[in-house]
């Protein structure tokens, strides 16, 4: 993938990764909060439907990584996104 190597990463050997089926089909969400210490960050996302939210997944992150995230991957594939289907307009919460 040449995002990984325009990050530095090379590649050395392929890693096989399993997943459980239910894991494949995702997770809806349409809230999400972000709480740190020094030494993580923690991602979680909800599927609020009023007067309720569940949590539907926490991620457990290092903080050099999220930033790397954060700064490279999140904003290379927004980027590409944006390139393909056109801007994403934010809607102002009224």
């Given at each position: 993938m040449e995002d990984f190597e325009s990050l530095g990463f090379?590649?050395?050997?392929?890693?096989?990764?399993?997943?459980?089926d239910e894991d494949l089909k995702g997770n809806y969400s349409n809230l999400m909060q972000i709480t740190h210490t020094q030494e993580e960050f923690v991602?979680?996302?909800?599927?609020?439907?009023?007067?309720?939210?569940?949590?539907?997944?926490?991620?457990?992150l290092h903080p050099a990584h999220f930033k790397r995230m954060v700064q490279d991957v999140f904003m290379i594939n927004l980027k590409k996104y944006?390139?393909?289907?056109?801007?994403?307009?934010?809607?102002?919460?009224?």
């Amino acid at each position: 993938m040449e995002d990984f190597e325009s990050l530095g990463f090379t590649k050395k050997k392929a890693i096989q990764v399993n997943a459980r089926d239910e894991d494949l089909k995702g997770n809806y969400s349409n809230l999400m909060q972000i709480t740190h210490t020094q030494e993580e960050f923690v991602l979680d996302f909800f599927l609020v439907i009023p007067p309720q939210g569940t949590i539907v997944s926490r991620v457990i992150l290092h903080p050099a990584h999220f930033k790397r995230m954060v700064q490279d991957v999140f904003m290379i594939n927004l980027k590409k996104y944006e390139e393909k289907f056109g801007e994403i307009i934010e809607k102002k919460n009224d």
